[in-house]
T-cell receptor, first 111, second 113 residues
């Protein structure tokens, strides 16, 4: 079956530091890949997505590239802000939104 | 634009009591609907999904059930809650099979005491 493995957290960074959150996946087909963000007490919001190999998703300064050869979709941001503090989930989906999620990585950014 | 509503936002229920969580979607027709559960400090586990009225698929055996009485309404239920049912429940919808992105509600924090 499908699975997603995320870098374990929590991650604590200072403002303006570089962020990488690793994500690797196992899938039987050709999934779309996603990063979702969850702020405290809220549901999940789509941060970015990539639907095929070598696609780069980007949003709000975050980027991730769909790497089929390494089955990875690592999340990066060049300069984090305090407002980026949240839980980040990597996910894959092969059919109509039925998604498999990683366990989530909690990011705390300190001023 | 499409919106998804989920309620209540928080719920505290005693062990053995029934449960009903409701989710509705606006601005789209024939959506695929999903119930996920998020245990503390963990990722999301898909509980149920539905591709149409009255069509429910269960992903994991459990104490819960789901129903879809109308096209844009999805209900999560239990006859008798267990302590292990505590968690954060998220409803989601997606569009056509080619659009694999899911859109989530704000979630319900359920505490069984």
């Amino acid at each position: 079956g499908n699975s997603v493995t995320q870098m374990e957290g929590p991650v604590t960074l200072s403002e303006e530091a570089f962020l990488t959150i690793n994500c690797t996946y196992t899938a039987t087909g050709y999934p779309s890949l996603f990063w979702y963000v969850q702020y405290p007490g809220e549901g999940l919001q789509l941060l970015l997505k990539a639907t095929k190999a070598d696609d780069k998703g980007s949003n709000k300064g975050f980027e991730a590239t769909y790497r089929k050869e390494t089955t990875s979709f690592h999340l990066e941001k060049g300069s984090v802000q305090v407002s980026d503090s949240a839980v980040y989930f990597c996910a894959l989906s092969e059919y109509a939104g039925k998604s498999t999620f990683g366990d989530g990585t909690t990011l705390t950014v300190k001023p | 634009s499409q919106t998804i509503h989920q309620w209540p936002a928080t719920l505290v229920q005693p062990v053995g009591s029934p449960l009903s969580l409701e989710c509705t979607v606006e601005g789209t027709s024939n959506p695929n609907l999903y119930w996920y559960r998020q245990a503390a400090g963990r990722g999301l586990q898909l509980l149920f999904y539905s591709v149409g009225i009255g069509q429910i698929s269960s992903e994991v055996p459990q104490n819960l059930s789901a129903s879809r009485p109308q096209d844009r309404q999805f209900i999560l239920s239990s006859k008798k809650l267990l302590l292990s049912d505590s968690g954060f429940y998220l409803c989601a919808w997606s569009g056509t099979p080619l659009n694999t992105e899911a859109f989530f509600g704000q979630g319900t924090r359920l505490t069984v005491v």
